[in-house]
C-alpha cells in the first residue's frame, strides 16, 4: 500500500465533492499531456477538433444518460446555478407576467429574488416557516403561470422532492435546479423543460454548469436579452459562444462517460 492510498481521506462535502478515482487519474495525465498530444489539457485551443471532441463526447453521454428526446439541448456554461437563477427567468418571463416558485431551501429563496427582477413571482409552496425542514404538499399553481420553478434536492436541510409526478400534473413548463441530485436517480428528465445544475455536486469539478432546455419555450419574451445571456446563442455555437471552461467540462466529459460505463443512473440509484 502505498503512502497515498494510507493518506486517502472521505469527502462529505456536498460540492465540490468527490469524483471517480478513474476520473482523477485520467485528468491528472491529461494536465501533463492530452491524448498524447503533447499538450495540457489546460492550453490546448478550445476551436480546435481537440476540444471540439471532448465537448460533443460530455453532450452526447449527457443525452443517453437522461434519455433527451431531439426537443431538448444540453449547454455547458459558465457562472454555476447562482447564474441561472436571473438567467432562466430573463430568458422565460416577461415583465407582466408570473412564474410560480417553491421556497423549499436556501437557493429557491435566492432564486426567487432574482426572478422578481424580471416579473412577477408567486411563491405557491414554502417551508421557510419551519427552517426548510420539511416539503408542503397539496398547493395550487396558476394556470397562467409561464413556469414552475423547483429545487429538487435540498443539500444544507436534508429535504428532496421524491414524487416528481405532483409537479407532472400542473400542466406548465417546469423548471429545476438539480445542482445536488442530477443523474442520481432515474427520472423522465423530459418532463422538465429547464434543468440546471451546477457540476460540481455530482458531475465534475467547480466552474461549469450544465443546462438542458426544451427549444421549444425559448424566444417567446419581447425583452431584448443580453447577448451572452440568451440560451439561443449558445445553442446556435454549440456551448462555445466565448471561449468554454475547457478543463471544467473535461472533467465533466469523464464523469458522465464514467457513469455510462458503470451502468448509468439505474446502476447509479441502486448504490444510494
Not at 426537443?71 to 430568458?91: K, R
Request: aromatic share 10%; hydrophobic share 40%; with cysteine.
Amino acid at each position: 500500500m502505498t503512502q497515498t492510498e494510507q493518506l486517502k481521506m472521505h469527502n462529505f462535502n456536498a460540492g465540490p465533492s468527490i469524483l471517480p478515482k478513474e476520473v482523477f487519474e485520467e485528468a491528472s495525465r491529461a494536465v501533463l499531456n492530452f491524448n498524447d498530444t503533447g499538450l495540457s489539457i489546460l492550453e490546448i485551443g478550445h476551436r480546435t477538433p481537440l476540444f471540439e471532441a471532448v465537448l460533443q463526447e460530455a453532450i452526447s453521454h449527457a443525452r443517453e444518460l437522461m434519455k433527451l428526446d431531439s426537443d431538448h439541448e444540453v449547454l455547458f456554461l459558465h457562472g454555476g446555478a447562482s447564474t441561472q437563477f436571473m438567467q432562466v427567468p430573463m430568458n422565460l418571463l416577461d415583465t407582466n407576467e408570473v412564474a410560480a416558485y417553491t421556497d423549499t431551501d436556501v437557493w429557491g429563496t435566492k432564486a426567487i429574488k432574482e426572478a422578481k427582477l424580471f416579473g412577477h413571482v408567486e411563491v405557491v409552496a414554502g417551508s421557510k416557516d419551519k427552517n426548510y425542514t420539511y416539503l408542503p404538499k397539496g398547493f395550487r399553481v396558476p394556470a397562467t403561470a409561464k413556469y414552475l420553478h423547483l429545487t429538487t434536492n435540498n443539500t444544507i436541510y436534508g429535504t428532496q422532492w421524491q414524487d416528481l409526478e405532483a409537479f407532472y400534473a400542473y400542466n406548465v413548463p417546469l423548471v429545476a435546479d438539480m445542482s445536488s441530485d442530477i443523474l442520481s436517480r432515474e427520472i423522465d428528465f423530459n418532463r422538465f423543460d429547464l434543468i440546471y445544475a451546477g457540476a460540481q455536486k455530482n458531475i465534475g469539478a467547480a466552474g461549469v454548469n450544465m443546462v438542458v432546455v426544451n427549444k421549444n419555450i425559448l424566444g417567446k419574451t419581447t425583452r431584448q436579452i443580453p447577448t451572452m445571456m440568451d440560451y439561443r446563442n449558445h445553442i446556435a455555437n454549440g456551448s462555445m459562444l466565448n471561449t468554454p471552461p475547457v478543463f471544467a467540462i473535461y472533467i465533466c466529459m469523464l464523469t458522465l462517460r464514467w457513469l455510462t460505463n458503470n451502468g448509468g443512473v439505474e446502476a447509479i440509484q441502486k448504490k444510494k
